[in-house]
């Protein structure tokens, strides 16, 4: 499958990391700095999200599913709104920075599923936590 | 008219005001309190971030009849007002884009836009290439243009017909001694009117190259 991962954090490496081996893994930043060291492994770009042009160089239209995982949630819900209203991506998920934003990141606004990184995170740790509360 | 305008800079805090002397239920809201201060004697300013849901609840954006969005991000504004038109259906939406090379991607998307770059460049461009035509008023995104046009000595004496019939523009007001009119069918243009005009944007050019071939 044809994954397109925007945005080389440590989210994005990792989620190339773990499919690299069983999926063809593209990597979209806006800094060569983040994506060069990775050239040999995924195929890397360097541009913006929001630019059409940019994402033309992936060969967006071939993704089966693009991560969208910026830093700014303005950013990652108009890069999915662009992904799946203009090159009709059939799986996008979008990082949520800031839980207070989460209510956004639905399918109307291009959003096939939200990663609520804060949600999750609160959610292991009451579990854990509760883990060890446990005699 | 209720209206809500995300971003209190230049831009916000101008149409905030002018709305608001209009009589319009208007609201203004910033992420930055420092932008606010001019603003700090009315009511309905507000300091939070943008896209957090239960300010656009206490707003009541679903009871909206537009929104606009001029915050200092391209793509805060563009999102805001995707938000407001698909998730609360708000009639009027207007997205402010500094970028001019994303305001075709935004419409594409369903947002309604004002390149404020854009509209400026068109401007200066329009005041350099010729001083004759002033533009008074622009519909829409700068598709039509409300022009004033000081009579030329060839138009003198002729009747409004006599242009109209072959240009595209429509004569809709003349300026005359102190005194402004709505031109009749066969009104006499006389030394010293003002010519109040509308016309395309696409057909600017062409009045210009009209006017100066006069």
């Known amino acids: 499958m044809n994954i397109l991962i925007i945005g080389a954090g440590h989210l994005g490496l990792e989620i190339a990391h773990q499919l690299h081996e069983r999926h063809e893994i593209h990597i979209l930043d806006l800094l060569p700095s983040k994506v060069a060291p990775y050239s040999t492994l995924f195929h890397t770009y360097i541009g913006n999200g929001t630019n059409p042009s940019d994402l033309n160089q992936t060969k967006i239209q071939t993704m089966e599913l693009v991560f969208v995982l910026t830093s700014h949630d303005e950013t990652n819900l108009m890069i999915s709104s ?45 579990k854990e936590l509760a883990y060890l509360a446990t005699p | 008219m209720k209206i809500v305008i995300f971003g209190c800079g230049r831009s916000g805090k101008g149409l905030f005001l002018t709305l608001f002397k209009q009589n319009h239920d208007v609201s203004i809201i910033d992420d930055d309190e420092s932008n606010l201060l001019p603003l700090q004697s ?60 994303k305001v075709h991607l935004y419409e594409h998307l369903g947002v309604q836009t004002i390149s404020t770059t854009d509209w400026g460049i068109k401007r200066a461009i329009h005041m350099l290439s010729y001083n004759h035509l002033q ?48 031109p009749l069918q066969g009104t006499i243009l006389e030394e010293q009117d003002i010519l109040y005009i509308i016309i395309e944007d696409c057909n600017r050019q062409r009045i210009e190259t009209f006017i100066k071939e006069s």
């Open chain 2, 135 to 182: 533009t008074l008023y622009t519909l829409g995104d700068n598709e039509l243009q409300i022009l004033r046009i000081p009579v030329l000595n060839d138009w003198v004496h002729q009747t409004i017909d006599a242009f109209e019939h072959n240009e595209p523009f429509t004569i809709i007001a003349i300026e005359r001694k102190n005194h402004t009119f709505i």
């Open chain 1, 82 to 126: 662009i992904c799946k209203l203009d090159y009709n991506i059939p799986m996008v998920v979008a990082r949520i920075n800031d839980p207070q934003h989460a209510w956004l990141f639905t399918p109307v606004m291009g959003v096939d599923y939200g990663i609520n990184q804060a949600l999750i995170l609160t959610h292991e740790l009451l």
């Open chain 2, 42 to 101: 009315y009511q309905q300013v507000f300091f939070n971030s943008y896209l957090v849901e239960s300010l656009w609840d206490t707003l009541r954006i679903h009871e909206c009849d537009a929104i606009i969005a001029c915050t200092k991000s391209d793509e805060m504004n563009a999102i805001i007002a995707r938000a407001a038109k698909t998730m609360y259906h708000v009639p009027k939406t207007i997205a402010f884009i500094q970028h001019p090379d």
